[in-house]
């Protein structure tokens, strides 16, 4: 597995845009954010090594729809995080391969720590996993 090049953020929020950027900053990764498959297809290629951060609360934007840009690997190592009371689009998330489905409050708590174990590890679950 290669180490992760680049942050990629499908994401309209600008707090967390600002915050992820940061993160990426930290970690000497390059950052990225789009806010449409249209223009994840594209960042996704750019950077077929990077962590893939979705806002699964863009409800306009289907799990299957963020799954089909993405190459294996960017799908394992894969976050989306959004509303816990979501819980059919956590499901569907895992369902579409996205190596972890988090509820939006533990994402902001973990966020750091959560990249860092994506750098230093990738995704070792056998499946998406969802907390």
Not at 30 to 58: H, N, T
Not at 73 to 85: F, K, L, N, W
Request: glycine share 6%; aromatic share 4%.
């Amino acid at each position: 597995m290669v180490s992760p090049d680049a942050v990629i953020l499908l994401c309209s929020d600008l707090m967390m845009t600002s915050r992820l950027s940061a993160i990426a900053d930290r970690h000497g990764l390059k950052f990225c954010r789009v806010s449409s498959v249209d223009e994840l297809s594209p960042a996704a290629a750019q950077y077929p090594e990077a962590i893939v951060v979705w806002d699964f609360g863009m409800s306009s934007i289907s799990p299957d729809e963020v799954a089909a840009v993405l190459n294996d690997e960017q799908r394992s190592r894969a976050i989306a995080y959004g509303p816990h009371v979501r819980t059919q689009r956590m499901e569907a998330a895992s369902l579409a391969g996205i190596g972890l489905v988090i509820a939006r409050g533990r994402f902001d708590q973990h966020a750091e720590s959560l990249i860092h174990e994506r750098l230093t590890t990738g995704s070792d679950a056998d499946s998406p996993e969802i907390i």
